[in-house]
C-alpha cells in the first residue's frame, strides 16, 4: 500500500516538473489585431515608408490585412490569412494568398502577399504595431 502511495506521489512530481518545461499553449490570435507601421514595397519596385496596414479579426482562425485608403499605396490587395497562435512566440499562417508572421516579443508583423487574381495588386510589408 505505501508502495502504491509512493509511486502515485512520485508520478505527480513527474508529471508537474515536465509541464514547465513545454511551451504555453494560449491558441488566441487577438494579440495580431491592430494597426501597423512600417515599409511597404507594391510590385517588387515601389517603395513606400510609413505605410499603414490594419489587421483585423475574421474569426478565430483568420485575420484580414487591409491597406490605409486613401494613400499612393492603397491599390495594394487586401487579403484574409488563416492563422494560428502555437507557442505564444509568433501567430502565423500561409497560404496561395501569400504569408503573415506576427512576433509577440517585439510586435513586428511582416506579410508577403501573392496575386489570386489577375486584378490583385501583390505587396511586401514589414512593420510595428501602433
Do not use: W
Not at 491599390?75 to 507557442?87: D, I, L
Not at 499562417?93 to 503573415?100: A, E, N, R, V
Amino acid at each position: 500500500m505505501i508502495l502504491c502511495l509512493a509511486a502515485m506521489v512520485s508520478m505527480i512530481f513527474v508529471r508537474c516538473s515536465k509541464d514547465k518545461n513545454e511551451p504555453i499553449v494560449s491558441g488566441k490570435i487577438d494579440a495580431i489585431v491592430g494597426s501597423f507601421k512600417g515599409k511597404m514595397v507594391i510590385g517588387g519596385d515601389a517603395e513606400y515608408f510609413n505605410a499603414i496596414v490594419n489587421v483585423t479579426k475574421v474569426d478565430d482562425g483568420k485575420v484580414k490585412a487591409t491597406v490605409k485608403t486613401g494613400e499612393a499605396y492603397s491599390r495594394a490587395t487586401a487579403k484574409t490569412f488563416p492563422v494560428q497562435n502555437v507557442s505564444n512566440i509568433h501567430i502565423s499562417g500561409q497560404g496561395p494568398m501569400g504569408s503573415i508572421t506576427y512576433k509577440l516579443d517585439d510586435k513586428n508583423i511582416q506579410i508577403s502577399t501573392e496575386s489570386e487574381a489577375s486584378s490583385d495588386v501583390e505587396f511586401y510589408f514589414e512593420g510595428t504595431k501602433q
